[in-house]
């Protein structure tokens, strides 16, 4: 099992749960058993474009040392 693989296995279930209470903030409750395909660009994007915040947020406030 390489690097990437092993990192693969710790990240992508905690990116799933936040994408899930970040989808759950914005009004789409059951985001991970819905279809996609029915909700608009800007509802995806809104997801996405709010988990990329948080994680900056995030990234932010470990090097400010808070």
Same mark, same amino acid.
């Given at each position: 099992?390489?690097?990437? =693989?092993? !990192?693969? *296995?710790?990240?992508?279930? %905690?990116?799933? @749960?936040?994408?899930?209470?970040?989808?759950?903030?914005?009004? +789409?409750?059951?985001? =991970?058993? !819905?279809? *996609?395909?029915?909700?608009? %660009?800007?509802? @995806?994007?809104?997801?996405?474009?709010?988990?990329?915040?948080? +994680?900056?947020?995030?990234?932010?406030?470990?090097?400010?040392?808070?």
């Amino acid at each position: 099992m390489t690097l990437q =693989d092993k !990192m693969n *296995k710790s990240y992508k279930p %905690a990116l799933k @749960n936040m994408k899930t209470e970040v989808a759950s903030e914005l009004g +789409l409750s059951n985001y =991970d058993s !819905m279809d *996609k395909g029915n909700l608009t %660009a800007r509802q @995806n994007g809104y997801v996405g474009g709010y988990m990329t915040k948080k +994680l900056v947020d995030m990234a932010e406030q470990q090097l400010s040392g808070k």
